[in-house]
């Protein structure tokens, strides 16, 4: 008996080992088969059972979705300075344009942020702060900027980014299709607004004596050429062409060496209605009744409040047809329905003060690229760029859009009227005498 039990121990030892080798060894080829292809004990072990899932976590149906990351969308605008009652009305616009594409849902399903900039109508600001807006603020495209000086320093660099804008630079330079791709304006180039008011001047107020003063901008100087031919064609040539400072505080100088030249008439070609508030002031303060002939900002309502109607009766400024009226033609619904959300968004202000022009062309300018975006279904520049450039007789506000691969620009030559400044009142001007 006491032979036979340390035998028995070591069996049972010898047994135990082998067991246990054989056991290591079973183990190690499920688990290289377990990283391939769970079986089904290992799959219930490794996944919690439906009931689990559902006290572990919520349902898909339960879980929160997370909001998606907001559309930054840069405004660049001359919102202090001379330019400052132009740029915040286009700032009003894009402001009425995004509370309503919020609300409908926003663009591709994103909300709308707006990140604002005043340059102040100043070029190297702008291009600054346009900088800030791409690289740091990573925006998906840029609203503005006003002026057309600002513009040409901006779109190289916007150029080189790949990043779409929609200035209203009305210098056509400044948003050529080929220069600048990715460049659209709300604005009638100059060549629209120049011929739009030299036609006016000849052929309704008969004038053969005219002076032709501009600010010494990229816009007044490409104004200077355009209007060049138009008075050759006619054999007319212009009795003063001078220069000013944009923000002077006193332009009776070059009005003093027109009114000594004998002019009938004075085209003044302005970027901002400040300007011209002063321009018509000094007429007054010299008692000389002369026609004016100039850009939308000669009706802004910057210019009827700081002047009166009463200086205003010959001051006749650059429009369209879509936002004026005549006894024969009176406003279209459209722009009486969109002159009561820009009332709304002033608090009920009646009559408006503010010129309805600038806010209904970056209302509209706004809407389209948010209808490019959907169109597009993407805010990848390419595909938005390609998209603008297919929309063809856009019904909106401001006008009838169509943007083309060669033309930036929404308005036709034939779409130019003038109205007579002293006639603007809630927001919008009557067509001048004899205006087509």
């Known amino acids: 008996m006491h032979t036979s039990r340390p035998l028995a121990f070591i069996v049972l030892a010898l047994v135990t080992v082998l067991g246990l080798t054989f056991s290591a060894c079973g183990s190690q080829q499920p688990a290289a088969q377990s990283s391939a292809q769970p079986s089904a004990s290992a799959k219930s072990s ?30 660049l605008l001359g919102l202090s300075g001379p330019v400052g009652p132009v740029g915040n009305q286009q700032l009003m616009g894009t402001q009425i344009a995004i509370e309503e ?15 604002i900039r005043d340059d102040g109508g100043d070029p190297t600001k702008s291009r600054t702060t346009a900088e800030e807006l791409v690289e740091k603020e990573k925006v998906a495209f840029i609203i503005g900027p006003t002026l057309s000086s600002p513009a040409m320093g901006v779109h190289p660099y916007l150029t080189e980014q790949k990043v779409l804008n929609l200035t209203s630079a009305a210098a056509e330079a400044a ?63 212009p009795v003063v062409q001078d220069e000013y400072a944009v923000g002077a505080l006193d332009y009776a100088p070059q009005l003093n060496k027109a009114r000594s030249a004998g002019a009938d008439g004075l085209i003044v070609w302005s970027g901002n209605s400040t300007d011209m508030v002063r321009f018509m002031k000094n007429l007054q303060s010299m008692g000389w009744d002369v026609p004016v002939l100039s850009t939308s900002n000669l009706a802004d ?46 608090n009920g202000e009646n009559p408006i003060k503010t010129s309805i022009l600038n806010v209904t062309s970056f209302y509209d300018g706004v809407s389209l ?57 809630d927001a919008v001007c009557e067509k001048a005498p004899n205006a087509p």
């Open 175 to 237: 948003t050529d299709p080929v220069k600048f791709p990715y460049a659209f304006t709300v604005s009638p180039h100059n060549g629209f607004i120049g011929k739009t008011i030299f036609d006016y001047a000849v052929n309704s107020l008969k004038l053969t004596k005219i002076a032709l003063l501009s600010e010494s901008t990229a816009l007044g100087k490409e104004a200077q050429g355009i209007l060049k031919p138009l008075f050759e064609a006619k054999g007319i040539t």
């Open 46 to 75: 490794a996944q919690p059972s439906a009931s689990a899932s559902a006290s572990a976590q919520p349902s898909q149906s339960a879980a929160p979705k997370a909001p998606a990351t907001p559309v930054k969308v840069g405004v």
């Open 369 to 425: 690229v948010k209808a490019a975006a959907d169109k597009a279904g993407s805010l990848d520049t390419l595909k938005l760029k390609a998209s603008m450039e297919s929309f063809n007789q856009w019904p909106g506000v401001y006008a009838t859009w169509t943007f083309t691969p060669t033309v930036h620009k929404p308005l036709g030559d034939d779409d130019g009227t003038m109205v007579l400044a002293a006639t603007c009142k």
């Open 101 to 115: 594409i919020n609300k409908a849902g926003g663009i591709l399903g994103r909300q709308v942020e707006l990140v």
């Open 301 to 346: 309502s910057a210019v009827v409040q700081g002047v009166g109607a009463d200086g205003l009766k010959k001051a006749y400024a650059q429009s369209h047809r879509p936002i004026t009226f005549s006894a024969s033609s009176p406003l279209s619904q459209k722009t009486i329905d969109f002159r009561e959300k820009v009332r709304a968004k002033l």
